[in-house]
């Protein structure tokens, strides 16, 4: 099974960036299918922003526009761009792999994101 890290969240004022970082173990990354969650207090986990092995990539309604998801096959790492940051992104992110090519999906441990001035 693969190991996800994630880094790169934090506290930002709103209309700030973060960018995210995801390192994945194995030697295969490119050709995981990859995504980023997540989950807000007492809400469920949703879908933000996915990337296939090909790179195409789909979003959320909420974050188009605002966010890019992106990946560097080089260094087994997939990104997540973060721009006009709203508090209502505040959130725990995760990346996940999905199962598919490469073996089983897969979650990282998830990194804080807070929105506030």
């Known amino acids: 099974q693969v190991q996800l890290v994630e880094s790169g969240g934090g506290l930002v004022q709103p209309g700030g960036s973060l960018r995210l970082s995801c390192v994945v173990s194995?030697?295969?990354?490119?050709?995981?299918?990859m995504a980023w969650y997540r989950q807000a207090p007492g809400k469920q986990r949703e879908l933000v922003a996915h990337i296939t092995a090909a790179s195409s990539t789909n979003y959320a309604d909420s974050v188009k526009g605002r966010f890019t998801i992106s990946r560097e096959n080089a260094k087994n790492t997939v990104f997540l761009q973060m721009s006009s940051l709203k508090p209502e992104d505040t959130a725990v992110y995760y990346c996940y792999k999905l199962p598919g090519p490469g073996g089983p999906g897969s979650w990282g441990q998830g990194t804080q994101v807070t929105v506030s001035s």
């Open positions: 194995g030697r295969i990354f490119s050709i995981y299918n």
